[in-house]
């Protein structure tokens, strides 16, 4: 079976998940597409979380509580912005 590439233009990733950590698959995605932005959430402020994935390469970090009225505008500055 032959996959068609897409580009992805952003992942919003929790920092624990069941099959690996968000931290594992932001190294996959940097890797094979680092034109994609990933945000990650977590439901506990963890300020060296935060300091660990954003120099791994995350565009954003949000700790709980991120669902707000507002909660897309981080959202969509990630995606209307060039990647660095």
């Known amino acids: 079976m032959k996959w068609r590439q897409i580009t992805v233009r952003l992942v919003v990733l929790d920092i624990w998940m069941e099959r690996m950590t968000g931290m594992e698959l932001l190294a ?3 890797a094979r597409s680092p034109e994609t932005r990933v945000i990650f959430i977590t439901g506990h402020e963890d300020r060296a ?3 660990t ?3 791994a ?3 954003g970090f949000s700790s709980s509580p ?3 009225k507002n909660s897309s505008l981080p959202f969509e500055t990630h995606l209307s ?3 660095d």
Do not use: D, F, R
């Open 28 to 30: 996959h995605l940097c």
């Open 49 to 51: 979380a935060e300091a």
């Open 53 to 55: 994935v954003m120099q």
């Open 57 to 59: 390469g995350a565009s």
């Open 66 to 68: 991120w669902i707000t």
């Open 81 to 83: 912005n060039p990647s």
